[in-house]
C-alpha cells in the first residue's frame, strides 16, 4: 500500500479507535475505512489542474507526507562489514593474531555511502499554473532528504528558494516564495533560466554529480537551440538528469514543441508530473 494510502487511512482508522478505547472497528466500519481509500486512490490518480479547492488541501498535505530520500552514491573509501565480496587480508591477519590463529575469523571491507547532492528546477510560468503549487510542494518534501539539497523556481528567470522551503511551515514557505518570484506565472525562458545557474560558481559546484529533476512542461518562448545547449552542459555535469513533464500525463501526449524535442537528448529519465501518483514516482526515480 502506497505510503500517502497508509497515513490517510491510519489517521481514520485511529480517530475511530481513540473514541472506542483500542477495540477493533465494527464491520460497518472497516466498510468506510475501504471508502476512505478508495477515496484516496481518486485523488492520487486526479490530475493536479482538476481539483477543487478542498482536494488541492487534502492533496498538499499528502504530499508534505511524501517521503523524498536523497540518492546515495559510493565512494572508493572503504570500511570494515560483517560480510562482503571484498576480502579484508590484513585485518584478518591482525585479528588472528589475537587468538595465536585460532579459530580463523575472515574479516570484509565494503564501499563506504553517501548522499549525492539533488537539485530541483520548478517551472513557476504561466502555463504550468496548475502544477506549480503542487510541484512546490514536493520541494517542500525533498527538504527533508538532507542538506544537500537546492531548490530553484524559474519564469522568466532563476529564482533560488531553498531557504524558504527549509520553514517548518509548508503555508508560510509558500507564502515567502511568493512574495520572493517575481515572474509567477509569466512566460518561460527555459534556457536563458539554466545558463544563469549553470554559469553561477557556486550552482555550478551544486550540480556536479548531482540528481537534478527539471519539472516543465517544455513550452520554452526562447530559443530552442540556447535550451540544447545549457542541456548538455546540465548533463556533463550532474550524475543523472531526471525530467517531469505534467503534459506527459496524457496518453496522447508527444514531445513535439520545440522546447521539450531540443532537451530530450540530454534526459535521462522522462516523467509524468500531473499527479500525486506521478510524484511518488518521482520520489522512487531519485534513488534508483
Known amino acids: 500500500m502506497p505510503h500517502e494510502l497508509r ?12 473514541a472506542a478505547g483500542d477495540e477493533e472497528p465494527e464491520p460497518g466500519e472497516e466498510s468506510s475505512i475501504r471508502i476512505v481509500a478508495s477515496a484516496v486512490e481518486v485523488l492520487r490518480a486526479k490530475s493536479f489542474a482538476d481539483l ?7 492533496v498538499a498535505t499528502m504530499i508534505d507526507d511524501l517521503t ?8 572508493r573509501r572503504t570500511r ?38 539533488l537539485v530541483l528546477i520548478l517551472d513557476i510560468s504561466g502555463s504550468m499554473a496548475p502544477y506549480s503549487r503542487a510541484l512546490l510542494q514536493f520541494g517542500y518534501a525533498a527538504m527533508a532528504a538532507g542538506r544537500r539539497v537546492e531548490v ?8 533560488r528558494v531553498t531557504r524558504m522551503l527549509r520553514a517548518k511551515d509548508p503555508d508560510r ?7 520572493l518570484v517575481e515572474d509567477w506565472e509569466g512566460g518561460t525562458r527555459i534556457g536563458e533560466s539554466l545558463k544563469t545557474l549553470l554559469d553561477g560558481w557556486s550552482q555550478r559546484a551544486a550540480l556536479r554529480g ?57 534526459v535521462d529519465v522522462f516523467l509524468s508530473g500531473h499527479n500525486l501518483e506521478s510524484l511518488e514516482t518521482l520520489a522512487a526515480a531519485l534513488r534508483a
Open 52 to 58: 477543487t479547492e478542498e482536494e488541492r488541501r487534502r
Open 80 to 117: 570494515p562489514a560483517p560480510k562482503g565480496s571484498a576480502f579484508d587480508i590484513r585485518r584478518t591477519l591482525r585479528r588472528s593474531l589475537r587468538t595465536q590463529g585460532e579459530p580463523f575469523e575472515r574479516s570484509y571491507r565494503e564501499r563506504r555511502s553517501r548522499t549525492r547532492p
Open 68 to 75: 523524498v530520500r536523497a540518492p546515495v552514491e559510493r565512494t
Open 210 to 266: 548531482a540528481v537534478v529533476v527539471l519539472c516543465s512542461d517544455g513550452l520554452e518562448r526562447g530559443d530552442p537551440a540556447l535550451l540544447r545547449a545549457q542541456m548538455a552542459r546540465l548533463r556533463r555535469l550532474a550524475h543523472r538528469v531526471i525530467w517531469a513533464n505534467p503534459l506527459k500525463g496524457s496518453p496522447r501526449y508527444e514531445p513535439l514543441a520545440r522546447g521539450m524535442a531540443a532537451a530530450l537528448p540530454s
Open 152 to 159: 530553484f523556481c524559474f519564469g522568466t528567470r532563476l529564482t
Open 7 to 18: 497515513v490517510e487511512v491510519a489517521r481514520t482508522a485511529g480517530s475511530w479507535r481513540s
Open 173 to 179: 514557505a509558500m507564502r515567502e516564495i511568493g512574495k
